[in-house]
C-alpha cells in the first residue's frame, strides 16, 4: 500500500495470491507447529484481495484444519467498502485496523492510500462493524519520532477511539537505513502515549514486542535484497519458496 515507513511496500505490487496459495502458507506452518492463531497483513492490503481472503479463511475453519474464526484476524489500512461486508461474509473475526495517526493529514502523510479512505468515514465503518460484530477492534499505531507520537497526538488518539472498544498496539519502528525519513520513537515517549491512552481514556494499550531487528527481519524490514547492492534494491522472484530457502 506504499506506506513510507515501510521497506516491504518498497518493493511494489506484484500480483495477488489466490486462495490455495494463501492456504498452502498454513499447510507449511503446520508442518513445523500446531497453528491455533492466523492473522492476514504484512506485505499485503487482504482487504484488497477480497474474495480470495473470504475462501482461504472459510476452508481454514472448516476440514481439516477447522480454525476458530475467534483466532483469525485480518489487518488492514481502512478499505471502507470491504469493511463495510467483513461481518455479513465473515462474522467472528477479529478486525485490526493500521490506523498510524489520530488524524487525516498526518495518514495521508505517511500512508499515500489514506487519501483514498477519509478518517471521519474510516470511523463511521467501524462503528457500524463494531455494532454488528459485538467484538472489540484492533488498533495498530507505528511510532514515529516527531510525526504521530507527541502527547498532543495521545490525547487527540484518545478521543477519537474513547467511545469505541478497541485494543490500541504500539508500534517501534524498526530502521529501514537510507529508505527512511522516520526515526523510531524513543522508549519513554512511547510509554508517556500509553499512559496517556491508559489513564485519561481507559483504553487497553499494548507495545508490541520486537524481534527480528538483528536480522532486518522485524515488521516493516522484510524486504528481498540484492547483498551487494543498496537496502531497496529487490529480487525478482518467481514463488515463496525463493524467499524461504
Not at 476440514?63 to 469493511?83: E, M, N, Y
Not at 510525526?147 to 474513547?162: C, I, P, R, S, Y
Request: proline residues 4%; contains cysteine.
Amino acid at each position: 500500500m506504499g506506506c513510507n515507513f515501510c521497506a516491504t511496500g518498497s518493493m511494489g505490487f506484484k500480483n495477488n495470491l489466490s486462495s490455495g496459495e494463501i492456504v498452502e502458507q498454513l499447510v507449511h506452518a503446520s508442518t513445523f507447529s500446531q497453528i491455533r492463531n492466523v492473522v492476514f497483513m504484512g506485505m499485503g492490503e487482504p482487504l484488497n484481495n477480497y474474495s480470495a481472503v473470504v475462501e482461504a479463511v472459510r476452508i481454514m475453519t472448516g476440514l481439516p484444519f477447522q480454525l476458530s474464526s475467534k483466532r483469525i484476524t485480518i489487518s488492514t489500512v481502512g478499505i471502507i467498502h470491504a469493511i463495510n461486508k467483513l461481518h455479513d461474509d465473515l462474522p467472528g473475526l477479529n478486525l485490526a485496523v493500521s490506523l498510524h495517526a489520530p488524524a487525516q493529514d498526518i495518514r495521508c502523510q505517511i500512508m499515500p492510500a489514506a487519501r483514498a479512505f477519509p478518517l471521519g468515514k474510516l470511523m463511521d465503518s467501524l462503528q457500524v462493524y463494531q455494532r454488528k460484530s459485538l467484538q472489540k477492534i484492533f488498533i495498530e499505531y507505528i511510532m514515529l519520532d516527531g510525526v504521530n507520537d507527541e502527547e498532543h497526538h495521545a490525547h487527540l488518539l484518545g478521543k477519537l477511539l474513547e467511545t469505541f472498544q478497541v485494543v490500541v498496539n504500539l508500534i517501534p519502528f524498526n530502521s529501514i537505513g537510507t529508505l527512511s525519513q522516520f526515526k523510531p520513537t524513543s522508549e519513554q515517549k512511547v510509554s508517556n502515549f500509553q499512559k496517556i491512552l491508559r489513564g485519561t481514556y481507559n483504553i487497553r494499550t499494548t507495545v508490541r514486542k520486537q524481534m527480528g531487528r538483528d536480522i532486518s527481519g522485524a515488521c516493516g524490514q522484510l524486504l528481498v535484497n540484492i547483498s551487494d547492492k543498496p537496502l531497496g534494491t529487490a529480487v525478482p522472484l518467481t514463488d515463496i519458496e525463493d524467499i524461504v530457502i
